[in-house]
């Protein structure tokens, strides 16, 4: 099997990773709720966890690092702490439904900023015009359709210069690309644990630089006597039992990464971007949608068929062991920024341990679709 869809999920784990989720199934408990030594291995792998996440992102505050279900949740957390009925929310281009569907749902006026495909100026200058009097702003470090790196830094720093509360969805870059929290000072950095930090799914991380409201109340092993939900991180937004065993293998995707180097797992995943672009480029029926700044593109490649259905192409694709995503990817918006919206796209992401001989075999196969 070639596995090329690890923007929805890494299949491909270190051994060290499914090693540390079966540990600590089998040895730990409920974090917080005891003094026995179950109870505390399992609040031990929730704190090495916040540990090893606070270092990677240069966050200043572990206990400051919530545990979520995934991505979706961090997000809903940080949207519904910060949104007011008929605020405005300032909004990229290329968002996911989990950014705008919490917005829709919280009254917020959505405002996209930019709308040219893979314009990091018109961009700019959208943001630039539309951040003073917004309640918020959100923002993808990434394109989960395309690849498409958008200018997260810049972005930070105009929001900074309104004083406009910030968001950045981290999902397809946590892991793989520089996320510096202490540089971007966001009120919140969602991402999920199972994509490029290798985790397992119903994991994920919300980095609160900012005070935060709670989306689910109910037990948190502290403040038992208090109706409300403790005022202090992460209780206030963990309510129910934590997964330790999730937070254990987190610690392990965390740390592969680390001895591994970021960076070097970054320039593979690129490079074998770059290798099924040059095999695929000039191709009569292929239509390949790229940042024209090689440096804005991730490891994460669209492409249309002419004449063929993207589902029809993921299908031929699937009958021959070769996994991929099609459609829409639950962000109409990116879509609709490159003129994709009616006919969707089969969407090609790639991860640590795909290597360039199989990149040459799918890519053989998309040119024999033709």
Known sequence: MIYLDSAATSFQKPPQVLRAF?????????????AHRPAMRAADAMLDMREDASAFFHFKDPERVVMTMNATHALNIAVRSLVRKGGRAVVSAYEHNAVIRPLHACGAEIDPAGGRAFDSEELLRSFREKLPGAALAVCTHVSNVFGYILPIREIAALCRENGVPLIVDASQSAGVLPL??????????AMPGHKSLLGVPGSGLLLCGASAEPLLFGGSGSDSLSREMPPYLPDRLEAGTQNAPAASALSEGIRFIRRHGREHI?????????????????KDGIELFLAPDESEQSGVLSLRITGRDCEEVASRLAADEICVRSGLHCAPLAHKSVGTLESGTVRLSFSPFNTHGEIEKAAAKLIKII
């Open 22 to 34: 079966v540990k600590t199934l089998g040895e730990a408990s409920s974090p917080g709720r005891g």
């Open 266 to 282: 970054e320039a593979h995943e690129k490079s074998l971007c770059r290798h099924m672009v040059e095999l695929l480029h000039g």
């Open 180 to 189: 510096d929290a202490e540089e971007l000072q966001a009120d919140y950095i």
